[in-house]
C-alpha cells in the first residue's frame, strides 16, 4: 500500500498539518522529507529501514556522503537535502548571534554551541570571542582531537583572542561520544587557558562540554 492509499488521517503530512509535527513520530517525519520510495520499498519502509540502518535521526543526519550514498535509494541528491535541512536549522539557532544579540545566559550558548558542535562526528575545540558586551565577534574552530591528545596551545589562542580584539571569551568542545561530562583534561585545560588570558586581560567566562542533547557549563558547576 502507498501512502496515498492510506485513510487520510493516517497519512504523514495530513497528520502534521492536522496535529503538527511534534505528534509524529521520527520514521513519520523522515517518510514526508524523502517524499517518495525506491522501487519494492514504499516511503514508509525506506524510511523505517534507514533508521534502523544508522541508528537514529542523527545518525542519518550526520554520516558522511560516502555512508549515506551506499545505501540502497539514496544518493548525492538526497545528501544535498540532509545537508541543507541541517544547515537551515543551524542558522536558525545562529539568528540571534549573528544579528548581534548578546549572549546573555547560559541558555543562549548551549542553543549556540549545540548547533555548531552537537552534530560534528569529531571532536573539535572552539572559541567564541566576545566584545565587552557579550556580544559575539567571531566563532572560531581552535583545534581538532581529543583534548588529551591534541596539542591547544594557549600561546596560539592567546594570538586569536588579540586579533579579534575579543574582551572575553567562551570555550567549547564536543564529546562524540554523546555524554558531556567533563574530564580532568577539561578542567586543567580552562585554568590553563584562563590563567594565559587573564595577563593580557581577556576573560574566559565558560567552557562548554557539549554531548548529544545535553550541554555541562564548568561555570556553573564551579570547575574554573
Not at 95 to 122: A, I, K
Not at 139 to 153: H, K, M, N, S
Not at 177 to 188: K, L, N, R, T, Y
Amino acid at each position: 500500500m502507498t501512502t496515498t492509499e492510506w485513510p487520510r488521517d493516517e497519512r504523514p503530512r495530513e497528520r502534521l498539518l492536522a496535529h503538527g509535527p511534534e505528534t509524529l513520530s521520527d520514521t513519520e517525519l523522515l517518510a514526508i522529507f524523502l517524499r517518495t520510495g525506491t522501487a519494492g520499498m514504499p516511503v514508509m519502509a525506506l524510511a523505517r529501514h534507514l533508521l534502523d540502518e544508522f541508528g537514529s535521526l542523527r545518525g542519518l543526519m550526520t554520516t558522511s556522503h560516502s555512508s549515506f550514498c551506499r545505501v540502497k535509494g539514496l544518493g548525492t541528491a538526497k545528501y544535498a537535502q540532509v545537508q541543507a535541512a541541517m544547515e537551515m536549522a543551524r542558522r536558525v539557532m545562529d539568528e540571534p548571534v549573528r544579528q548581534g544579540d548578546p549572549l546573555t545566559s547560559p541558555q543562549d550558548t548551549r542553543r549556540y554551541l549545540s548547533s555548531r558542535l552537537g552534530t560534528q562526528p569529531h571532536e573539535v575545540f572552539a572559541g567564541l570571542f566576545l566584545d565587552n558586551r557579550h556580544r559575539v565577534i567571531r566563532y572560531q574552530e581552535l583545534f581538532r582531537g581529543t583534548i588529551d591528545g591534541a596539542a591547544v596551545y594557549p600561546r596560539e589562542v592567546v594570538r586569536h583572542a588579540l586579533d579579534f580584539n575579543a574582551a572575553a571569551v567562551i570555550f567549547a568542545h564536543n564529546h562524540p561520544s554523546g555524554i558531556a561530562e567533563p574530564s580532568q583534561a577539561d578542567i586543567s585545560l580552562t585554568r590553563r587557558l584562563k590563567e594565559a588570558l587573564g595577563l593580557v586581560d581577556i576573560r574566559v567566562l565558560d567552557h562548554m562540554v557539549v554531548g548529544h542533547g545535553d550541554v555541562i557549563s564548568l561555570a556553573e558547576r564551579g570547575l574554573m
